[in-house]
């Protein structure tokens, strides 16, 4: 029982077993690869004024070539250098994977 | 790993109720049986990011939330609102996100847990029946740490440690001093909630008396020989509050060994200090929830597995957040939260007998020297040697050696933090 929204989950949505209001409010998403759920910390799912850019449907390839250029320093950072070093290069394909799936809420919220 | 997961998948089934055993028989089952149940005690950064997440996972898990209290009052940026920067009312938070999202929330303190039972008491008599249970308290005081200072002592001397009414007390009694009074703050030994803290906090009250209070000045005992970016902090003050910041280490007689909130003085082993404003942040241990459910060791913190957040000596029982043992990880609202959306992967693999994944996990703490000077120490986690280990080449300090343009933009992002941080939470 994780996962997107599956065709099971969805009919049992319909079944009114799930809240509607549990499938609008927080939309469920698949398993994050380890340490995606981290940088939610900091990167919200939605643009705001000051704050840092959001992941969610951003191509995982801009991720993979920012944490590269974060890590290396060709990208400039107050604080991304020291977290990006902390990542494999495999780790940080799976985790600009998943956040490029995402692909904004909106469109996942439509089945 | 593939024989720890699979020997805690058949524990976990072992002492589960139906509902967790239905879910592995496949979905069809699932329409018969209740779901898994799993409840969170405490509400702050850690628990109710964990319901959350669990949740937005798993619409189909039953998520509890145990907390007293209406509404939670975080403790970052609180020392803005002490030296008066920033409003108490912008560290307030409600529940209401969290019943949104389906979590049912229960105005309990829970007082006990019987694990055999898998159930937890709560303060109204009944109990809470779970399959799994997290738990999030916190920190307590440790009042019987400082010969002097107890929970009374508090209303003269305050901690301001837990945001709220002692927040606010400190700052009227800043308020209230006159210019040229000496404000004396203490800061306890390792480990400790938010390790700058403490020197945050010096920092913000040290601009307040630059512009409020020119000739005052503060003593800064720590029970330490060394603190969190310590190097970063000290030019800020050379740079920003010369002479106001006085900073007593261990060594040189930091430690508080007694209290007199009568006189508002603090006995150290070298002497003593008596000032107009005592600020005393004493020891502490986790939530005391965790004492009574047995999940605390001697030193009064609570011991985990690295991957799961299991307790090592209470089967069933997670501990995340300020009360958990995390190794390398600091006491911090930004650990609490990465911990329990690791925490929250781990129960719902343990729930639906899946492979357990190794996590990563990151820590950053900002804090502000000044309104518009950042600065940051972040850390990169992995399970080592059955702890949280630092991931050697990341993480550190800010730069030395940084314009203030660089200042302004980690205090920028600081703030955005919080507002990314708690619309998560609690938005
Ligand atoms: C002055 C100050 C500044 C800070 N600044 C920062 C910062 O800039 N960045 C940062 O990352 N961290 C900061 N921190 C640290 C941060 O506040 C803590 O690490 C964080 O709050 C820990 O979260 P938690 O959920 O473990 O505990 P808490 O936030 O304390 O939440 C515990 C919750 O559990 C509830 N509870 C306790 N016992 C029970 C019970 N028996 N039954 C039911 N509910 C119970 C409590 O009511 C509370 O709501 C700061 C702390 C202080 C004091």
Known sequence: M???PTPLRLALALLGLFPAAAMAADLPSSDPPPGASACSGCHAPAASDGGMAPLDGRPAEDIVASMRGFRSGTLEATVMDRIAKGFTDEETRAIADWYAARGGRDAAAKP | MPRRSRRAVLGSLGGLAAGAAALSLGAPALLAQAPPRVAVVGG??????????????????SVMLVEPNARYTACPFSNAVVAGL????????????????????????????EAEARRVRLADGTALGY???????????????????????????PHAWKAGAQTLLLRRQLEAMEDGGVVVLSAPANPFRCPPGPYERASLIAHYLKTRKPRSKLILLDAKDAFSKQR????????????????V??????????????????????GSHKAQVVNLIPPQRAGRIAEAAGVADRTGWCPIDPVTFESTLVPGVHVIGDAAIAGAMPKSAFAAHAQAKACAGAVLALLGGRPLAEPRLINTCYSLVAPDYGISIAGVYRPSGGLLA??????GTSPRDAPPAFRAREAAYAEAWFRTITGDVFG
Do not use: N
């Open chain 2, 86 to 113: 920033r409003e108490l009312s912008a560290q307030e938070f409600g529940y209401e996100g969290l019943e949104k999202a389906g979590i049912t929330l229960v105005r309990q303190a829970a007082l006990a847990v």
């Open chain 2, 390 to 395: 630092d991931i050697e080449g990341a993480g």
């Open chain 2, 232 to 247: 970063l902090f000290e030019a800020a003050w050379a740079e920003l509050y010369p002479g106001m910041i006085e900073w």
């Open chain 1, 2 to 4: 994780t996962g997107g």
């Open chain 2, 131 to 157: 399959d799994r249970l997290v738990l999030a308290p916190g920190v307590d005081m440790r009042f019987d740490a400082i010969p002097g200072y107890d929970e009374d002592a508090a209303e003269a001397m």
């Open chain 2, 44 to 61: 702050g950064f850690a628990g109710a990011a964990c319901a959350r997440e669990m949740k937005r996972r798993d619409p189909s898990l």
């Open chain 2, 249 to 270: 280490s261990l060594s040189f007689g930091g430690r508080v060994t007694e209290a007199d909130p009568s006189t508002r003085t603090l006995v150290t082993e070298f």
